[in-house]
């Protein structure tokens, strides 16, 4: 089942609580009655802090205004405005911003630090790794500098760069959580899921309300096989975070990992009520119902899935498999191709439609899917077998050898490509070959002498086999 990918939100958006917006009414109020002085610069800053850190940005643009009024060479009020229209996505405004204040105050590492957040929100990378290196040449051990450095090298994918930078960070300042997070988030892209997990739980020892590192954290555990510890993760962020579509949907994964098909289903089905568009949760929760044999249900789901996206060959290939277990082949081949047809690179596709092909009796057309198989995954041994296999029926002997011969040169093991090759053997005439191709058979799977007895039966009797066989 799919995966959802990491969240790399160290500072997540929650809900407004009903005690802040209460806070807000009062303030206003405040402002309203004259206890907030609007005409005073240092009320003005209050204002504006209290809105700022209310997220009330368009009211406290207002009010940063009024106070660049009364004081139009205040750089830590510039600096304000550029926070405050970056908050609003009003970048290029924001950049003027902190040029202004730069120009009244040059040597304050904190205007470069608010530049550089706001040109990596621009995309303008080196433009933003340059603020922040200029913020550091001011202050080599300003740990706001170096952690948003570490983001903009992280966003790059240079994760060992960024890893260095987030430890420095942590040797200057231990306790800065938001750094713990990051350095996890980096090592689990670097496969390092002990020292992710490490740093995500000291992360949560400081903030333990960031459901995303909580939800981080159940991946890194769930790819570990460690389950359980997993589900408890994925709780934890739900808890913190009800509607969040995404721990519901890898809690189902992980219920499904564990057999609880259940409680996978309870789970799609919730991820569904949060995002009912959600392709993947459709096509995971239809595959919850396939194994659980409920096949007309799990159709459904899958059907839901197409009709959201068209092109979801997963979900078609899933369709093609119940059908296929429904005893309808024909449908079943119809959602086969499809799958294929969307999606011809996935040698998955091309065998389903290469077996139902044959069940069918379409023996040239299973053919030609197998030799697409094989060109796709030229070194699995069973489609080499069932290729061979399919060719002997055919009585097309020698390029069923040549094929039997490839399946046991990539899997010496597999007993039934030594049986069939015997039985070709056999039909050209090469007892002896047959014999010691039938005591390999038999030595990797005594159950294939049956299969011999029902199969070769006017062998049953011949001195040459009698002996072997007695002694299965």
Same mark, same amino acid.
């Given at each position: 089942?799919?995966?959802?990918?990491?969240?790399?939100?160290?500072?997540?958006?929650?809900?407004?609580?009903?005690?802040?917006?209460?806070?807000?009414?009062?303030?206003?109020?405040?402002?309203?009655?004259?206890?907030?002085?609007?005409?005073?610069?240092?009320?003005?800053?209050?204002?504006?802090?209290?809105?700022?850190?209310?997220?009330?940005?368009?009211?406290?643009?207002?009010?940063?205004?009024?106070?660049?009024?009364?004081?139009?060479?205040?750089?830590?009020?510039?600096?304000?405005?550029?926070?405050?229209?970056?908050?609003?996505?009003?970048?290029?405004?924001?950049?003027?911003?902190?040029?202004?204040?730069?120009?009244?105050?040059?040597?304050?590492?904190?205007?470069?630090?608010?530049?550089?957040?706001?040109?990596?929100?621009?995309?303008?990378?080196?433009?933003?790794?340059?603020?922040?290196?200029?913020?550091?040449?001011?202050?080599?051990?300003?740990?706001?500098?170096?952690?948003?450095?570490?983001?903009?090298?992280?966003?790059?994918?240079?994760?060992?760069?960024?890893?260095?930078?987030?430890?420095?960070?942590?040797?200057?300042?231990?306790?800065?959580?938001?750094?713990?997070?990051?350095?996890?988030?980096?090592?689990?892209?670097?496969?390092?899921?002990?020292?992710?997990?490490?740093?995500?739980?000291?992360?949560?020892?400081?903030?333990?309300?960031?459901?995303?590192a909580w939800y981080n954290k159940g991946i890194v555990h769930n790819r570990l096989g460690e389950y359980t510890k997993a589900l408890e993760c994925y709780e934890y962020a739900i808890a913190i975070k009800e509607d969040f579509e995404a721990a519901w949907f890898n809690m189902g994964n992980t219920y499904a990992n564990l057999g609880r098909l259940y409680d996978a289903i309870k789970c799609f089905k919730t991820a569904l009520q949060y995002d009912p568009k959600d392709v993947t949760a459709l096509h995971n929760l239809g595959n919850a119902y396939e194994e659980l044999t409920d096949y007309i249900e799990?159709?459904?789901?899958?059907?839901?899935?197409?009709?959201?996206?068209?092109?979801?060959?997963?979900? $078609? +290939?899933? *369709? #093609?498999?119940? %059908?296929?277990?429904? !005893?309808?082949?024909?449908? =079943? @081949?119809?959602?086969?191709? /499809? &799958?294929?047809?969307?999606?011809?690179?996935?040698?998955?596709?091309?065998?389903?439609?290469?077996?139902?092909?044959?069940?069918?009796?379409?023996?040239?057309?299973?053919?030609?899917?197998?030799?697409?198989?094989?060109?796709?995954?030229?070194?699995?041994?069973?489609?080499?077998?069932?290729?061979?296999?399919?060719?002997?029926?055919?009585?097309?002997?020698?390029?069923?050898?040549?094929?039997?011969?490839?399946?046991?040169?990539?899997?010496?093991?597999?007993?039934?490509? $030594? +049986?069939? *090759? #015997?039985?070709? %053997?056999?039909?050209? !005439?090469?007892?002896?070959? =047959? @014999?010691?191709?039938?005591? /390999? &058979?038999?030595?990797?799977?005594?159950?294939?002498?049956?299969?011999?007895?029902?199969?070769?039966?006017?062998?049953?009797?011949?001195?040459?086999?009698?002996?072997?066989?007695?002694?299965?």
């Amino acid at each position: 089942m799919s995966e959802q990918e990491n969240f790399d939100e160290h500072k997540p958006n929650s809900k407004r609580s009903k005690r802040s917006e209460e806070d807000v009414r009062k303030f206003r109020e405040a402002i309203r009655n004259g206890s907030k002085d609007i005409n005073n610069p240092e009320a003005l800053e209050e204002i504006v802090q209290f809105l700022f850190e209310h997220e009330e940005f368009e009211e406290a643009l207002f009010y940063i205004d009024r106070l660049i009024s009364f004081e139009p060479f205040n750089a830590e009020a510039w600096q304000k405005k550029g926070m405050i229209l970056n908050n609003l996505a009003r970048y290029e405004d924001a950049l003027e911003c902190f040029k202004k204040a730069i120009s009244l105050n040059p040597v304050e590492p904190e205007f470069y630090i608010n530049q550089g957040i706001t040109l990596d929100n621009l995309n303008l990378v080196e433009e933003a790794l340059g603020a922040f290196n200029k913020a550091l040449e001011l202050d080599q051990s300003n740990e706001d500098a170096l952690f948003q450095k570490g983001l903009t090298i992280e966003k790059l994918g240079r994760f060992e760069e960024a890893v260095s930078i987030f430890q420095k960070v942590l040797q200057l300042d231990p306790d800065y959580y938001d750094a713990w997070y990051e350095l996890g988030y980096c090592f689990d892209f670097l496969d390092k899921p002990v020292e992710a997990l490490q740093c995500y739980s000291r992360h949560i020892d400081s903030n333990p309300y960031n459901y995303n590192a909580w939800y981080n954290k159940g991946i890194v555990h769930n790819r570990l096989g460690e389950y359980t510890k997993a589900l408890e993760c994925y709780e934890y962020a739900i808890a913190i975070k009800e509607d969040f579509e995404a721990a519901w949907f890898n809690m189902g994964n992980t219920y499904a990992n564990l057999g609880r098909l259940y409680d996978a289903i309870k789970c799609f089905k919730t991820a569904l009520q949060y995002d009912p568009k959600d392709v993947t949760a459709l096509h995971n929760l239809g595959n919850a119902y396939e194994e659980l044999t409920d096949y007309i249900e799990a159709i459904n789901c899958y059907s839901r899935a197409i009709e959201i996206d068209k092109s979801h060959h997963e979900s $078609y +290939f899933g *369709r #093609g498999c119940c %059908y296929d277990a429904l !005893g309808n082949a024909e449908q =079943a @081949l119809v959602e086969y191709l /499809k &799958a294929a047809e969307l999606c011809p690179e996935y040698p998955e596709y091309w065998y389903a439609c290469g077996d139902t092909y044959y069940n069918l009796g379409k023996i040239e057309e299973c053919l030609e899917c197998y030799r697409k198989v094989i060109e796709l995954d030229s070194n699995d041994a069973e489609i080499w077998f069932d290729y061979g296999d399919t060719l002997f029926e055919q009585n097309r002997l020698e390029e069923a050898l040549d094929a039997l011969n490839r399946s046991i040169k990539f899997d010496p093991k597999f007993a039934p490509a $030594y +049986f069939s *090759r #015997g039985r070709v %053997y056999l039909s050209m !005439g090469l007892k002896d070959k =047959a @014999l010691c191709d039938f005591v /390999k &058979a038999f030595e990797l799977m005594p159950d294939l002498v049956k299969d011999f007895k029902e199969l070769l039966s006017e062998y049953v009797d011949d001195p040459l086999f009698r002996d072997l066989l007695r002694k299965n």
